[in-house]
């Protein structure tokens, strides 16, 4: 399915075929790595700039037009044929099954956005993983093992782990990563890079133009209203003490959602608005994240970004689960082959059906203030439909 790899150039092999963005072995050079990264630093960033500017109906128009008119252009570069190994390779940042267990060299990482059904994929990975003999040591799975619930953002920086599973921002695990790694890019001087300044002096300095995708990655999305409500039931009512002064959702006007959501925040100092953004954006300032609108100047930098890190990972949405399963079948074999995501729900929202729904006109102010998440949500949902189709041949 892939270029065959030469037995041996410049003494170095091309190894761990492995899936999602290959991680080369450190100071690897053959012709097979280089196309790899060739064809996909090239083709890559054109289908994601293809792919993203389009937007639900009730979003901004301009995000609409341009989502709209590409979104089926992108699908098609994925629906390639396995045997053509160049198309093959521009997709493999998300169509390469991961057949082995992760290492702490080559970790996993799942990408918990909340309220989503996340708490049972963090159950089943947590399982699978002890299941396949990986020791508490190698995991990073709040609430399991020897891992407490909180603080889910706190990432280990003080040792390797072969699986991280929590509500962490993409950018943060990178970071993590490559201060952990930091010893192997002086030793082998790796992403070192030099040049010449006006005085003539020679500077040399490390880059992060390193290739280096760093783990394997899952993730779960959910329709964007349907997440914000559950996360508001959740995160203001369910279990809070009689003190707290909150109306149900069902009680709701519409102005009541746009007044209210920018403003609240939980326990935990998160609010329920731009999930997506707040696990793959760059920005880390809770109150700029909650009140993100497409106003911002940054609104479409950030969502190039964002969706460039979520097409790196596998997309699951557990209001799909069959079809979930089958993906995770696919492309996660040792989580998936033994998980039914259609079964077991973990942390289900306990709030009574009557006071979810909301009334009319929410949504759409509800949206207002996710049109950032809406639109990544509509973009994993091409994703997942892509990897989908490509799992069941």
């Known amino acids: 399915m892939f270029a065959k790899k030469p037995k041996e150039m410049d003494n170095s092999t091309c190894q761990n075929q492995r899936g999602m963005g290959e991680i080369l072995s450190v100071g690897e050079s053959c012709w097979y790595s280089r196309l790899n990264r060739k064809l996909i630093g090239f083709l890559f960033p054109l289908l994601i700039f293809h792919l993203l500017f389009s937007r639900p109906q009730h979003t901004n128009t301009k995000i609409e037009a341009k989502m709209t008119a590409t979104v089926n252009n992108v699908i098609e570069e994925l629906n390639v044929n396995p045997n053509d190994e160049e198309a093959m390779l521009a997709v493999a940042p998300f169509l390469q ?8 060299n080559r970790p996993f990482a799942f990408f918990h956005n909340r ?3 996340g708490s049972t994929l963090r159950s089943a990975i947590y399982n699978a993983a002890r299941n396949n003999n990986l020791t508490d040591s190698n995991l ?15 990432i280990p920086r003080q040792s390797y782990r072969a699986i991280y599973a929590s509500h962490i921002n993409y950018e943060e695990l990178v970071r993590a990563r490559r201060q952990m790694i930091q010893s192997l890019r002086v030793d082998n001087k790796e992403n070192n890079d030099s040049m010449t300044l006006s005085s ?5 300095y490390y880059h992060l133009k390193d290739d280096r995708h760093h783990f394997d990655c899952l993730t779960n999305i959910r329709q964007t209203v ?27 006007t519409p102005d009541d959602w746009t007044a209210l959501l920018p403003q609240a925040y939980d326990k935990y100092a998160g609010g329920c608005n731009n999930e997506l953004l707040r696990t793959f954006g760059s920005l880390n300032d809770e109150e700029i994240i909650n009140t993100f609108t497409k106003d911002s100047p940054y609104f479409e930098s950030e969502l190039r970004r964002a969706a460039g890190r979520m097409a790196r990972c596998i997309i699951v949405d557990l209001h799909r689960c069959e079809e979930s399963n089958a993906v995770l079948q696919h492309y996660l074999p040792w989580l998936g082959h033994s998980l039914d995501l259609c079964t077991g729900h973990k942390n289900v929202g306990k709030t ?6 909301i009334r009319e ?6 949206l207002a203030q996710n049109e ?6 509509r973009f994993g949902t091409k994703l997942f439909d892509a990897q989908l189709r490509f799992a069941q041949r």
């Open 97 to 104: 099954p991961v057949v082995s267990l992760p290492t702490n």
């Open 372 to 377: 950032f998440d809406e639109s990544l949500f």
């Open 361 to 366: 006109g929410s949504a759409e102010a509800i």
């Open 115 to 117: 309220k989503g059904g």
């Open 226 to 252: 349907s997440r914000v409500v559950s996360c508001y039931n959740f995160r203001f009512l369910q279990g809070k003490k009689k003190s707290w002064d909150m109306p149900y959702a069902d009680e709701m």
């Open 352 to 357: 009574s059906s009557n006071h979810t729904r």
């Open 200 to 204: 003539g002096k020679n500077a040399t």
């Open 140 to 154: 990073w799975v709040p609430c399991f093992g020897s891992v407490p619930c909180v603080h889910f953002e706190a």
